[in-house]
């Protein structure tokens, strides 16, 4: 086990954060949380909301619900879109209720409801937010492809809370030969995540489908654009 203020923790730590930012086609530092997913989603409700703040909460399983228990812990308050269990949220149901209430300061969304396995339109939801420069958009997508994710939100103010052993599946693995001595590479062009400034092309070795530099495991990671 390396001493955390050792220097080889140093440079792991550091090559971690490259390869979650090219994960999260981000160059926005990607926090690295070491607790559960409510740890995760307490941190992006605490950290940028204030007791008696207005949330708007999307519910429509166990998970939305915990958005919603965790926003009234804090003293927001919270107002719901609440959806029939097993059917995704109507992003214009989001915009009515938006519009219905300027105070309110941040969405909160679950991009995939495993308690009843409905992906919720993260992309709709994020076009209706977009709009808004004075909310936030804040989605659970520890059960989600990050792919799918850092592809189709269009938000440049948004956050984003993940889990290494869930949808992304991210397990350590060997390093990628470096490019001096690999003959696998391949130069490919990636999508820009919620219009921020992300990295428009990065090296990816084709034999083990990874970068160069891909970080070892991690518990959960908050990622924060804009």
């Known amino acids: 086990m390396l001493y955390h203020r050792a220097p080889a923790f140093t440079e792991c730590l550091k090559e971690t954060q490259e390869g979650l930012k090219w994960l999260f086609q981000t160059r926005q530092i990607v926090l690295q949380l070491a607790g559960s997913g409510t740890l995760a989603m307490e941190a992006a409700v605490s950290n940028f909301l204030r007791t008696g703040d207005k949330a ?74 977009r709009g808004r420069p004075d909310v936030l958009l804040c989605v659970d997508a520890i059960t989600a492809n990050v792919q799918t994710i850092t592809t189709n939100v269009e938000k440049p103010k948004c956050v984003t809370i993940t889990k290494t052993d869930g949808a992304s599946c991210v397990t350590p693995k060997p390093p990628c030969p470096t490019q001096s001595s690999c003959r696998n590479l391949s130069t490919v062009k990636v999508t820009n995540y919620c219009g921020c400034d992300g990295i428009k092309e990065t090296t990816i070795c084709k034999t083990t489908c990874k970068t160069s530099s891909f970080p070892p495991s991690i518990p959960f990671t908050w990622h924060v654009c804009g």
């Open 56 to 129: 708007l909460v999307i519910r429509g399983g166990k998970f939305g619900e915990r958005w919603a228990k965790i926003t009234q812990a804090f003293g927001i308050e919270t107002v719901t879109v609440d959806v029939e269990w097993g059917k995704g949220v109507d992003p214009a149901a989001v915009a009515a209720a938006l519009d219905k209430d300027p105070d309110i300061r941040a969405v909160y969304a679950t991009a995939s409801e495993t308690s009843t396995g409905v992906r919720h339109d993260i992309e709709g939801i994020s076009k209706v937010v």
